[in-house]
Each structure stands twice: as structure tokens, then as C-alpha cells.
T-cell receptor, first 115, second 115 residues
Framework: ETGVTQTPRHLVMGMTNKKSLKCEQHLGHNAMYWYKQSAKKPLELMFVYSLEERVENNSVPSRFSPECPNSSHLFLHLHTLQPEDSALYLC??????????????FGPGTRLTVL | AQKVTQAQTEISVVEKEDVTLDCVYETRDTTYYLFWYKQPPSGELVFLIRRNSFDEQNEISGRYSWNFQKSTSSFNFTITASQVVDSAVYFCALQGYSSASKIIFGSGTRLSIRP
């Protein structure tokens, strides 16, 4: 595997379900990100991890819970979601979270539908 | 505050035409980075270019070229001799240099190339 991978690619869940999105980067990067992309809305940064430490949390509801066990893996745990949470969830990584090596490389995304 | 404006929501041109995607930004940072990303129908954002604020030299990569003008706070992207495979949503983004600065994406321009 190369680049940034995300699983699953598609997920349909009910409002009472608990599920997790997984992201893995094979680039040796130190920073990882979760974004939400809804129809007709700008890309929304949700969380940023740098060296496994959360450095950004953009007022995201607690029904979204990130986890970064190591610099290569990032999870987004979901529980009691709402239909408006349906969106494309994108994971990205960069060598550093800021400074000169900050271009981000994205995974293919998980298309989430909440019924 | 930082802001990225992509005023063109959708553009449609016939194949082989040249097309320019506009990007205007606002920032108080003296050092910052500008990016362009391409999002094809598959969903994955593909990194195209990063430009440092202190380097105003324009860049050309094959059919792609970028015009960075600090005086007008613009970072426009031109595709020469467009092809159907260029059809995608293109995002312009801005990030300050400081460790506290997060990347800000524009709302994107949907480019359709008609055969």
C-alpha cells in the first residue's frame, strides 16, 4: 500500500449505531487530519494530530471521537450520529503540521450515510 | 482572519480550450503558503502545488501554470489545452507559517471539460 488509505470506503449506519473509520498513512508523516466534506459546503477541518498528540479540535460534537494510536494510524469513532452528519470524511497526512513541510496528502475518503 | 475565495463556482469549457481558475486570499501573516488541490469524481484530493509567500515566481508544470500575485492577493491556476480528464473540483488553500495556523480551503471550483 502506498499513500493514505481509508476504510471503509462506504458506510451506512443508523443513528444508534457505533462505528469507526480508519485511516493509515504509509508516507512516514508526523501529522494526520480528519476533514468533513458535505455537499455544497467548504472542506471542514475536524481534528489535527501531530506526533500522536491532538493539536486541533474544531468544536466538533462529542459524537465524533478521534484516536491516534501511532503516527501511521488515525481513527474516527462514531456514535449516535445524526442524518446531517452524512458526508465524505477525508483523512490526510503531512510531514509536519506546520512550517515548510505542510502539504497534505489525502486518502480517498469514506462516504458516510446516516439513516 | 484568514480567508480563501474562489468566486467561480462552476466552469464549463470545450476540450482544448484554456481555462483559468481564480483564487483570492486574505491573511495577516507575513509568511504563508498557498496550495492547489484537485478532487476528481473518485473523491480523493490530489495535491498539485505549494507556493511560499516569499517566492512570487510563476510556475509551469506541463499544461498547468500558476500565477502568484502578492499585490492583488491572488493565486490563479491556468490549464492550457484542457482535456476531459481535467474535469474535477479544484480547491485553493492557504496556511500560515506559525505552528498555530491551520489550512483554510476555498469552496472549490467545479470544472467540466466537454469533449
Amino acid at each position: 500500500e502506498t499513500g493514505v488509505t481509508q476504510t471503509p470506503r462506504h458506510l451506512v449506519m443508523g443513528m444508534t449505531n457505533k462505528k469507526s473509520l480508519k485511516c493509515e498513512q504509509h508516507l512516514g508523516h508526523n501529522a494526520m487530519y480528519w476533514y468533513k466534506q458535505s455537499a455544497k459546503k467548504p472542506l471542514e477541518l475536524m481534528f489535527v494530530y501531530s506526533l500522536e498528540e491532538r493539536v486541533e479540535n474544531n468544536s466538533v460534537p462529542s459524537r465524533f471521537s478521534p484516536e491516534c494510536p501511532n503516527s501511521s494510524h488515525l481513527f474516527l469513532h462514531l456514535h449516535t450520529l445524526q442524518p446531517e452528519d452524512s458526508a465524505l470524511y477525508l483523512c490526510a497526512s503531512s510531514q509536519e503540521a506546520s512550517g515548510a513541510y505542510n502539504e497534505q496528502f489525502f486518502g480517498p475518503g469514506t462516504r458516510l450515510t446516516v439513516l | 482572519a484568514q480567508k480563501v475565495t474562489q468566486a467561480q463556482t462552476e466552469i464549463s469549457v470545450v476540450e482544448k480550450e484554456d481555462v483559468t481558475l481564480d483564487c483570492v486570499y486574505e491573511t495577516r501573516d507575513t509568511t504563508y503558503y498557498l496550495f492547489w488541490y484537485k478532487q476528481p469524481p473518485s473523491g480523493e484530493l490530489v495535491f498539485l502545488i505549494r507556493r511560499n509567500s516569499f517566492d512570487e515566481q510563476n510556475e509551469i508544470s506541463g499544461r498547468y501554470s500558476w500565477n502568484f500575485q502578492k499585490s492583488t492577493s491572488s493565486f490563479n491556476f491556468t490549464i492550457t489545452a484542457s482535456q476531459v480528464v481535467d474535469s474535477a473540483v479544484y480547491f485553493c488553500a492557504l496556511q500560515g507559517y506559525s505552528s498555530a495556523s491551520k489550512i483554510i480551503f476555498g469552496s472549490g471550483t467545479r470544472l467540466s471539460i466537454r469533449p
